[in-house]
């Protein structure tokens, strides 16, 4: 599968906006971190997907850098109050959701980073001490890697602020080995 059908699989699967960007021209910014350690989400310190166990911002990054490419796909949504964590969480599962299918169905070896924190497991087996029950399909979100969301979706011309009562939730996908 080439970049541009990946594109088209991806708007067919129902995302509002794709593109692929190199992974070079990400940005890091290690002072998103202590937003993690707010733990808005409630996942800080409880998933191994989440800060501080996904590993530090250097970790991640470079996690990231073992691959070229990445298909960056774009949902929106009817959310008053992006900051309300009782509308966002089940938009952010759905937009999760359809960004692990669109993975299955392209087939290709990457690393997917989603729009909230692994949520595959209720709770993460970090709780029990127990290992990681999905490691192939776990994953972290763009905050814990601490990527400049806003930048990327404007170098990949898509809407950030996307206008009052619409939120926008993005996911990545970053494939081609470096
Ligand atoms: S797959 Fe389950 S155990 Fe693994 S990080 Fe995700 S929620 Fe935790």
């Known amino acids: 599968m080439n970049e541009r059908e990946l594109i088209e699989l991806a708007l067919a699967e129902g995302f509002a906006n794709a593109a692929v960007m190199d992974t070079a021209e990400l940005v890091f910014v290690p002072d998103f971190r202590p937003l993690c350690e707010e733990n808005l989400c409630g996942k800080y310190g409880v998933n191994y997907c989440c800060p501080p166990d996904c590993g530090t911002v250097e970790e991640m990054r470079r996690r990231v850098l073992r691959w070229r490419r990445a298909l960056v796909a774009q949902t929106m949504w009817d959310i008053e109050n992006p900051m309300d964590e009782t509308q966002t969480k089940p938009a952010k599962g759905a937009h999760n959701r359809?960004?692990?299918?669109?993975?299955?169905?392209?087939?290709?070896?990457?690393?997917?980073?989603g729009a909230g924190g692994c949520d595959?497991?209720?709770?993460?087996?970090?709780?029990?001490?127990?290992?990681?029950?999905?490691?192939?399909?776990?994953?972290?979100c763009m905050s814990a890697y601490c990527i400049f969301v806003r930048d990327m979706a404007e170098k990949c011309g898509?809407?950030?602020?996307?206008?009052?009562?619409?939120?926008?939730?993005?996911?990545?996908?970053?494939?081609?080995?470096?």
């Not at 299918?101 to 980073?113: E, N, S, V, Y």
């Not at 595959?120 to 972290?140: H, I, T």
């Not at 898509?158 to 470096?178: I, K, L, N, Q, R």
């Open 120 to 140: 595959l497991c209720g709770p993460c087996a970090l709780a029990e001490g127990r290992p990681c029950r999905f490691p192939d399909r776990s994953f972290s």
């Open 158 to 178: 898509m809407e950030y602020d996307c206008g009052p009562g619409v939120t926008a939730f993005f996911s990545m996908y970053c494939f081609a080995e470096a």
């Open 98 to 113: 359809l960004t692990r299918r669109l993975i299955d169905r392209a087939g290709l070896p990457g690393l997917m980073i």
